[in-house]
């Protein structure tokens, strides 16, 4: 027996001083009960005594949890968790301080385990508490999400299957650049190897007589003892290569020393490291959608947009940071609410090429009068092999996402609405325009004019407007995508401006195109074609 604070005496159930065992379970962080389950009070004793018994003893320091509410822990968590996705609640979902709050007359028993109405309250997860089932912590991750985040997960999102077709050559790099080191040229293809590998596993003789060369100062004797020892595993890709950029390339590897020789770098296209095979990055074909979807907007409410980006374009401290108003106008989103950004429902996924359909070329910018510009350092480029080669089948398969149910449901906060029809009919709309414009300003002369842009068959280029194919019309989307796309590409109508560094002034068309000799007529000819045009025909949608 034990004397109670209050003067009553009782014994206490456990047999010991329940302030000294509170105080321990404290100290070491574990969790005891107090009461049986039976009794809601906290810091009771046991009540089974007599009517004549003592006086119920009271502790000073209360436990600040109700037995209640330590039932149920991991029924209850998980309950909330079923009961807070958006599509299984009647209720609202909000974000309060970073927490997960659950509106109580809305809380629905998915699990069947039959809540108490005191359980079905405002329920808040500790920010750093690792998610654990046997407490029934949710996940921290989703606990910390934005509502507007959950939302968006919990819609399907339609997929829109696509045959991509290069119609003219596209070139996306890397940013690594091969030197003359770094290849070998067997016949028509350029073969790039692994010179650790190779090094690695030469035989002693050859090494020595590699030592030997080095010492003499004899870098192409060496650079050729190296070549051939390249075995087949030490291959990294075999790449075709165009008859100009053999020849130049040839050079390159005969004088290693020669300073001008060796600005004759390679640029290869972007590949997947651990299957080495080339693929078209999703960014890219995003990028050139968004570019056109921004033009759309920005015609559609000109007169609200152009008195705002119009003195930042004007202004040459201001200038970098125009397309940010621009975007966040035409898109209707503010630029720190980045979740609102319309484009985060629309995924276009990585597309893998086949891996003989690319080929090295030469390239080389272009005035307007047609003349070569000989200023610049000679330049070969891994590309796409395209229509305007005279490759029908060369297409590969394209993926995009598009989530249209969350961008019609008025509680996901997003700028514009958009569906598939209006990213369609900005795509064709924009770059038919520049398609357009090109052909006035730098092939006026070329015959047939499609040709140029290797879509012969597929629009009709006229002086005042460009027709595009039927099956296009309803089915298709025209893009212009990677390297040498061009300032007016990247850049809305009626806002264009950029700035020339050469002639140090404002323009608002470029003077130049980079061209790449295409085999493209079917007598074999040679043509030079712009690049990056790229077609999308859809296929199906699931």
Partial sequence: MAAGRSGGTGRVRGGRDPQRRVTGALRHGRRVRLWPRRQSGAGSIDRDRGAGGPAPVRLRRQPSVEPVARRGDRQHGRAVLQAAHPLRQAGRVVRRRGALAVQASAVADPTGCDLQSRRRRTVRFAAGRRASPSSGNPPERLASLPAVHRRLRSFPMTVYRFRATPLTPIHVGDGNTLAPEDYLIEGDHLIQFNRAATLREMKPETRRQLEERLDRNDFQAAQELLRKSVEPRHQRCRIQ???????????????????????????????????GRPYLPGSSIKGAIRTAVVNHYTEKHLPGIQPRVQPLVDQANTRRNAWKTLETEALNFEFRQLQEDPFRLVKVADAELPADRTRVDKVWPVKRDGQEDTRGIQMHFERLLSRGDGIEDGGFVVELELDE??????????????????????????????????????????????????ARGLIKINPDKVLVAKSIQERGLLLRVGRFSHFESLSVDHL??????????????????????????????SMALPFGWLLLELEGQS
């Fill in 241 to 275: 290569i165009g008859a100009e950029s053999k020849a130049d390339l040839r050079k390159a590897v005969g004088n290693p020393l020669d300073p001008v020789v060796r600005q004759r770098a390679v640029r290869g296209f972007v590949r997947n490291p651990l299957t």
């Fill in 496 to 525: 264009r401006q950029g700035w020339n560094v050469q002639a140090r002034r404002s323009i608002t068309e470029g003077s130049s195109r980079t061209l790449c000799r295409c085999r493209s007529d079917t007598d074999g000819a």
């Fill in 405 to 454: 149910r969350a961008a019609g449901d008025a509680r996901v906060k997003v700028g514009r609405r958009l569906d598939f029809e209006t990213i369609r009919r900005a795509c064709i709309r924009f770059y038919a325009g520049r398609i357009l414009a090109e052909r006035r300003r730098f092939f006026a002369d070329a015959r047939p004019p499609e040709a140029i842009f290797g």
